[in-house]
């Protein structure tokens, strides 16, 4: 049976990856990888983490199972940052540890099929991931335009969906830091979307991967307090990966808010039976490091240090890059109000093939570009490569 599959195409991020690899020009520019670098191009262990390991190793006395909710602690001591100082919402939120962020979308598509969903709006462009993990778990995906051509949030296109959103119907929205174009709404954009799904039928998912990488922790949590404030339930997706270096590890959560305190047991079954069947339970080492980070003061402090080093570098580079102005054909002045590791260029084929031939400067075929692989000493090769190939 198993010789009727059919090849699936290979991610065309990890043939750029051995692409570049291959590359033996000193001047190479990495754009694809989405994830952090500093200026010397690494990808280090926050020293934060290696406190907690650390702590870990001397303390930890156990390597039994816990059950498919995960560490606990971990998910709720990540609870005020997202979510403020009533973190639970009066009681209602509850959340369970996953393996990742995409293991938070993955769980949340799943239980929201099962509490009735059978159709979820989202904005494209997107992370790949959510298109896949929709049609794997077999529920209608509606697309509708994210971004105007001007580099800034499409917000009637949103305020649209959710206004004509019908029973089972969920809208799933970037909460900050949009993967991939960096475009994410403003405050008083995010006042309208939570106006809007306050008198909708549509189930929000939010999906938070990347908070405290675009102004700060709170003002990246602005959107998602805002429309949970407003609706009686939701789904919130969250990640470590990029906040906390944490990778390889996959560590996140997904969170829960019912109508009421009471409403909460039957979901969280549920979402129990979910993870049951599919990882049994998530992996512990990441998420108790996190764990052991926000309950340590110094350690938290280190933490948030060393993210403020990362959105302000990422700023730096943002600032310089919208300095440019016009290059050729292109406006880089947009990508200085954008956010996070990513945006997207509006470039050819041609041209992204041409920037690695001739300039061995490598981003997605999309035009994605990891904002964090520029620094001060390679940004002017990438703007004047950038004014070759689209003049």
Same mark, same amino acid.
């Given at each position: ?46 020293? &934060? ?14 390597? *039994? ?16 940052? %997202? ?31 099962? &509490? ?38 499409? %917000? ?43 008198? *909708? ?191």
């Amino acid at each position: 049976m198993l010789d009727r599959l059919q090849p699936q195409s290979p991610d065309a991020l990890l043939a750029l990856i051995k692409l570049y690899a291959a590359d033996d020009r000193a001047d190479k520019i990495d754009l694809g990888v989405g994830v952090y670098r500093t200026n010397e191009g690494d990808t280090p262990v926050f020293a &934060a983490i290696k406190s907690a390991e650390a702590k870990l190793v001397a303390e930890q006395d156990s390597k *039994s199972y816990l059950g498919p909710e995960g560490d606990t602690g971990f998910v709720r001591a990540l609870m005020p940052y %997202i979510f403020g100082s009533d973190a639970t919402m009066g009681g209602r939120i509850e959340g369970m540890q996953t393996p990742g962020g995409t293991g938070a979308v993955r769980l949340a598509v799943a239980v929201a099929k099962q &509490a009735g969903v059978n159709a979820i709006h989202m904005g494209t462009p997107s992370w790949p991931n959510h298109a896949q993990i929709l049609s794997d778990v077999v529920i209608d995906f509606k697309p509708f335009d994210h971004a105007n051509a001007d580099g800034t949030a499409n %917000i009637d296109a949103v305020l649209q969906v959710i206004r004509n959103a019908q029973n089972g119907d969920a809208v799933l929205l970037h909460g900050c830091c949009h993967n991939p174009t960096g475009i994410d709404y403003s405050n008083e954009q995010w006042d309208q979307i939570a106006e809007a799904f306050a008198n *909708s039928s549509a189930l929000p998912i939010l999906d938070i991967a990347y908070q405290g990488l675009g102004h700060g922790l709170d003002e990246d949590a602005y959107g998602v307090r805002k429309v949970l404030a407003a609706v009686p339930e939701a789904l919130v997706c969250y990640s470590c990966d990029k906040n906390f270096g944490m990778y390889r590890d996959r560590v996140g959560a997904l969170y829960v808010m019912a109508k009421d305190g009471d409403g909460l047991a039957p979901i969280l079954s549920n979402l129990n039976a979910l993870a049951r069947a599919s990882w049994s339970m998530p992996p512990d080492h990441g998420a108790a490091a996190v764990r052991v980070i926000l309950r340590d003061a110094d350690m938290t402090k280190a933490w948030l240090d060393e993210l403020e080093t990362m959105r302000t570098r990422m700023r730096e580079v943002r600032a310089a890059l919208a300095d440019a102005g016009d290059v050729g054909s292109l406006d880089l002045r947009p990508l200085g109000q954008q956010n996070g590791l990513f945006s997207v260029l509006p470039l050819s084929k041609g041209q992204i093939q041409q920037l690695r031939d001739e300039h061995a400067i490598y981003m997605a075929g999309s035009g994605r570009i990891n904002i964090a692989g520029l620094h001060m000493g390679n940004i002017e090769k990438f703007i004047g490569a950038l004014e070759a190939v689209t003049s």
